[in-house]
């Protein structure tokens, strides 16, 4: 190429951000690399504020063999963000100047809860959202929502189809006690007064625990698991469980990672979760785990408010979770992204973390049309084994 007379190489790559970090400086001339595969969302700071992680800058700023500056940029995933990147070069072809953000595309209609925003709020939040620089509110094109109506009414369809069965009502419950989340389920008493949601918390967050750790092990292994309450939005009653049930329980846009991290780590993670309910983002962070249980007590301090954990070996016995151990921990991108201050996940750092890109409703949908019909979990298997609220 430069026995042509090129001097300004952009690299298209499907590697991942990591590595295409780790590649730039064993690059010669190549000015740009634009890549993907590990759906990485670059950006300022400030759009953890209206809950996005960004996992560096965009563009990111490194150097090839030679020293020469190298940008890199990636725009997310799924068409949820477009970049524009902006790079000017001098009269020898190096990178001189190289700048940009992404703009995450939202719809410009606003809800504030399941109610429609009134004109006045919907003109703050879109001003809002001007102001980022980020985010640019965008009118459907009605070409383009033709074209994809036949497929949003298979979609539809789609949604009706029964996947399975739920032989008990499986409860929605963020947080075990007689306290803190007394209301939570839309079935009412049948639910809220149900004494083994009371003693171990929620049926359905359980089960979506166990869930994940199914798929976990069937792609790539998996020891534990760990998903927070909050996550888990509706209860199942029993009867049929639709593919839009599935989707309603669990409609966020998340996939499962998969961590490596040891049993000290593990612990110091529930414990995020615990003091989270007790000190930060409330109810939402409490956690439910898969193939590990333990006991809580919420009148102790931080750092020994889980008691006794216990992680079930591949003969289903359960023995203690070993400190100095290295476990495979499956859990949603949210909390392995320091999500509900769960910060033990987060600075796991990226060669202990992968993307399974397994979408987690579609983890959950599999489970059940594997495992139907659904029942209430066995107390044996549950998380929380015992629970102690403060005063």
């Not at 209301?183 to 809220?192: A, H, I, K, M, P």
């Not at 888990?232 to 049929?240: E, H, K, M, W, Y």
């Amino acid at each position: 190429m430069r026995a042509r007379g090129v001097n300004k190489i952009v690299l298209m790559s499907h590697l991942g951000y990591a590595a295409d970090q780790a590649l730039a400086p064993q690059l010669d001339g190549v000015d740009v690399i634009i890549g993907g595969d590990s759906h990485t969302l670059l950006g300022p700071d400030s759009m953890k504020g209206f809950g996005l992680s960004p996992a560096g800058a965009y563009p990111t700023a490194a150097v090839d063999k030679a020293g020469r500056p190298v940008c890199i940029a990636q725009a997310w995933q799924y068409a949820y963000a477009v970049g524009a990147l902006d790079v000017s070069f001098d009269a020898a072809g190096q990178v001189a100047q190289c700048s940009g953000k992404p703009q995450v595309l939202v719809g410009d209609s606003f809800k504030v809860g399941n109610v429609a925003a009134s004109v006045a709020d919907a003109d703050a939040y879109r001003s809002q959202l001007d102001a980022s620089g980020v985010f640019r509110v965008t009118t459907p094109s009605a070409a383009a929502t033709a074209a994809l109506a036949p497929f949003k009414a298979a979609k539809d369809a789609l949604g009706t189809q029964v996947a399975g069965v739920a032989t008990d009502n499986l409860c929605l419950r963020r947080v075990p006690g007689a306290r803190r989340d007394t209301t939570r389920s839309s079935l009412g008493d049948v639910c809220n007064k149900d004494a083994t949601v009371i003693a171990h918390g929620g049926d359905i967050q359980q089960l979506v625990a166990d869930a994940f750790l199914e798929q976990g092990q069937r792609f790539g292994g998996a020891d534990i698991s760990l998903q927070n309450a909050g996550g888990v939005r509706i209860d199942i009653p029993a009867g049929d469980i639709t593919v839009g049930k599935v989707y309603t329980l669990l409609p966020f846009k998340n996939t499962l990672y998969r961590l490596q991290l040891t049993g000290a780590q593990v612990r110091a993670a529930l414990e995020d979760g615990i003091d989270s309910v007790l000190n930060g983002t409330g109810s939402g962070a409490y956690p439910y785990t898969g193939g590990l249980r333990f006991s809580v007590d919420m009148n102790q301090a931080r750092g020994s408010r889980i008691g006794n954990p216990e992680v079930r070996d591949a003969s289903g016995n359960w023995q203690p979770l070993d400190p100095a151990a290295n476990y495979r921990l499956i859990t949603n991108n949210f909390t392995a992204d320091g999500g509900d201050r769960y910060d033990t996940l987060k600075a796991i750092p990226a060669a202990q973390r992968e993307d399974t890109f397994l979408d987690y409703a579609d983890s959950f949908l599999q489970y059940v049309r594997s495992r139907s019909p659904l029942a209430k979990p066995a107390v044996a298997a549950r998380s929380t084994q015992s629970y102690v609220e403060t005063p």
